[in-house]
Nanobody
Framework: QVQLVESGGGLVQAGGSLRLSCAAS???????????MGWYRQAPGKQRELVAG???????FYADSVKGRFTIARDNAKNTVSLQMNSLKPEDTAVYYC????????????????WGQGTQVTVSS
């Protein structure tokens, strides 16, 4: 089993920045099995959606709505993944979830093995 713990959410004004972090823990075997890590979000009344993802080779994936504003990064030595969010908009308001999987060929799909509990991001206009 892998546990994911997010941090860094909060309230920010439109145009501001936030940085989310996610730390993975668990047995050595489980941690080493993780290939893909990503950030997903869910706004009230909407389906959970991809924000950004990164695979073990360092290839990144972004939702069109966040390209050029958000950056995902991964530190394999520390088992962490971060999401730098700049130029935030009110429509970015959602609960943001960290997720991880052993094999995940479609970043947009939300059927990942492991999920964090989520952190609230609220962007005021």
């Amino acid at each position: 089993q892998v546990q994911l713990v997010e941090s860094g959410g909060g309230l920010v004004q439109a145009g501001g920045s936030l940085r989310l972090s996610c730390a993975a823990s668990g047995s050595i075997g489980s941690i080493f099995s993780i290939n893909y890590m990503g950030w997903y979000r869910q706004a009230p009344g909407k389906q959970r959606e991809l924000v950004a993802g990164i695979n073990g080779g360092g290839t990144t994936f972004y939702a069109d709505s966040v390209k050029g504003r958000f950056t995902i990064a991964r530190d394999n030595a520390k088992n962490t993944v971060s999401l730098q969010m700049n130029s935030l908009k009110p429509e970015d308001t959602a609960v943001y979830y960290c997720a991880a999987d052993r094999f995940h060929t479609n970043p947009a799909a939300t059927n990942l093995d492991y999920w964090g509990q989520g952190t609230q991001v609220t962007v005021s206009s």
